[in-house]
C-alpha cells in the first residue's frame, strides 16, 4: 500500500539509499534538500524535491503536508567547524524543527536516526546496549545528537510517535563522503594507499553494512515501539581484524604499521591550531583521537529481537563493497 513519507538528508550516503528502497516498495517519496541540483543528480525523478533547511519551517511543513511517516536523517557530522555552533543548529535546533513540524502536520511516526556514539565506549570490551547510561561524549557531533535525543522525549510526551535508530561504523556502495569514511579506508587500502593502524589496531569497533542499515530505518518505521531506541550495527571487530578480512577478501596484502596514540595526538594538536589559525578543516582533532583509547562494541540484541534485524556476514559485505568499488573506477 502506497504512503506518503518525507526525508531529510535524502542526498546522503544511507537517506539515498533509502529513498530508492522506498521507491521500489511503491512509496510516494518527498525529500527536502538544500540543493535541488544536486539532489536532481542524486535522486531517482520520482522524489519529489522540496527545496529548504532544517531553519526554514515554511519549507519543513511544504515537505511534510499530507505525510503519514517521516524519516529524520539529517546531521551535521564532520570532523571540525570554525563555527562550533554549527552542530548545534543542525543537530539539535534542526532535529527539533522537523518534530515541531511533524507534530503540528500530523504526521504518524518519525524515526529519528542518531548515533550508537552517543552510548559512549564499552566498559571492560563488554558491548553496550540501548540501556546504557548517559556518558561524557567526545565529540559535538555526539554531545549534539545525544541532546537531540533528548529533545525528542518532549516530542514524545506530547503524541508523538517518535522511535530512535543508532548506527554504528557504516560502509558500503554508495557517496565516499564523511559518513562513508570506512569504505574510503577499503578503497585507500585496495590501493596500497592506507597502511597504518590507530595505536595498537587491537581496539575494536562496531562495522555495519549500508544496506542492513537502510533495512533497520525500515523496520524501525513499522515496527519499532514508541520512545525506544535500537542499535543499528553489525561486528564488533579490532581494526587489525577488519583490515586482515579486507586483506583475505581482496586476495592481496599489505603490511600494516601500528601508529602510536601519542604521536597521533601530536598531529591532532598541530591540526587543531592549524584549523584554528587558518580556518582550514583538519585530518583529524583530538577528540577524535581519544576514542581510539577506547572499544566501541555495540549489541544489536535488542534490534533482532523487536524489529527482526539481521546482518550481512562481513565477508559478504566488504566483497560487495569492494566489487563496487572496482566497478565505480
Avoid at 563555527?83 to 548545534?88: C, E, L, M, N, V
Avoid at 577478501?249 to 584549523?275: D, H, T
Wanted: glycine share 8%.
Amino acid at each position: 500500500m502506497s504512503k506518503k513519507i518525507m526525508l531529510t538528508g535524502a542526498t546522503g550516503f544511507i537517506g539515498e539509499r533509502l529513498t530508492r528502497r522506498l521507491l521500489q516498495q511503491g512509496m510516494e517519496v518527498r525529500a527536502l534538500c538544500r540543493n535541488p541540483k544536486k539532489a536532481r543528480m542524486l535522486l531517482p525523478p520520482e522524489v519529489s524535491i522540496v527545496e529548504g533547511d532544517l531553519d526554514a519551517p515554511a519549507a519543513l511543513q511544504k515537505a511534510m503536508d499530507g505525510c503519514e511517516e517521516v524519516y529524520h536523517l539529517a546531521a551535521y557530522a564532520k570532523v571540525w567547524d570554525k563555527d562550533p555552533q554549527a552542530f548545534y543548529r543542525v543537530n539539535v535546533e534542526g532535529a527539533e524543527r522537523v518534530l515541531q513540524t511533524a507534530l503540528a502536520c500530523g504526521v504518524r511516526r518519525v524515526v529519528f536516526t542518531s548515533t550508537a556514539g552517543v552510548l559512549g565506549p564499552s566498559p571492560d570490551g563488554k558491548a553496550v546496549d540501548e540501556s546504557q547510561k548517559p556518558v561524557v561524549l567526545s565529540t559535538e557531533y555526539e554531545r549534539t545528537k545525544a541532546e537531540a535525543e533528548r529533545i525528542a522525549q518532549h516530542y514524545l510526551d506530547k503524541g508523538l510517535e517518535i522511535v530512535i535508530v543508532n548506527p554504528t561504523r557504516v560502509f558500503g556502495p554508495g557517496q565516499l563522503n564523511d559518513s562513508n569514511a570506512v569504505t574510503k579506508l577499503i578503497a585507500l587500502y585496495s590501493k596500497g594507499k592506507f597502511r597504518f593502524y590507530p595505536g595498537s589496531g587491537h581496539q575494536s569497533g562496531n562495522y555495519v553494512y549500508v544496506e542492513d542499515v537502510v533495512q533497520g530505518h525500515l523496520l524501525a518505521m513499522e515496527k519499532g515501539r514508541i520512545g525506544e531506541r535500537y542499535i543499528l550495527g553489525g561486528h564488533n571487530v579490532s581494526y587489525r581484524e577488519f583490515f586482515d578480512k579486507v586483506a583475505e577478501v581482496l586476495g592481496k596484502r599489505y603490511r600494516m604499521f601500528p601508529l602510536p596514540l601519542s604521536l597521533m595526538m601530536g598531529i591532532a594538536r598541530f591540526e587543531q591550531w592549524k584549523a584554528d589559525t587558518w580556518g582550514r578543516p583538519p585530518l583529524i582533532t583530538p577528540p577524535f583521537v581519544r576514542k581510539y583509547h577506547y572499544d566501541w562494541r555495540v549489541s544489536i540484541e535488542k534490534a533482532r529481537r523487536e524489529l527482526g534485524y539481521e546482518v550481512t556476514p562481513l565477508e559478504t559485505a566488504i566483497a560487495e563493497t569492494l566489487r563496487w568499488l572496482q566497478a565505480a573506477v
